[in-house]
Nanobody
């Protein structure tokens, strides 16, 4: 079992920045690739970014590429999502998730076994 707790969400103006954190506990953090997903009101949950176990390989949705950066600190059992140049369409609940296929970052929800409870990000225009 892996427990995931997100933090760092909040209200920010368009053009601003936020950094989300996801703290993991339970099984060995480096056994998992990690991902961030988001769900806006009335929409399906979508992939945002993912990172393999070592941090050496990352993947991003086209909508956030160049603005968001995913990283991880295995010593702290934490994955981060740095979000810059935020837009109104980034407003959503953001979830982190753990994927046992640790060697490559996964874009599909079905790869992820464990999910956090989510943190709200609201971007005002």
């Amino acid at each position: 079992q892996v427990q995931l707790v997100e933090s760092g969400g909040g209200l920010v103006q368009a053009g601003g920045s936020l950094r989300l954190s996801c703290a993991a506990s339970g099984r060995t953090f480096s056994s998992y690739a990690m991902g961030w997903f988001r769900q806006a009101p009335g929409k399906e949950r979508e992939f945002v970014a993912a990172i393999n176990w070592s941090g050496g390989i990352t993947a991003y949705a086209d909508s956030v590429k160049g603005r968001f950066t995913i990283s991880r600190d295995n010593a702290k059992n934490t994955v981060y999502l740095q979000m810059n140049s935020l837009k109104g369409e980034d407003t959503a609940v953001y979830y982190c998730a753990a994927d046992p296929q640790r060697y490559s970052p996964g874009r599909l929800e079905g790869r992820y076994d464990y999910w956090g409870q989510g943190t709200q990000v609201t971007v005002s225009s």
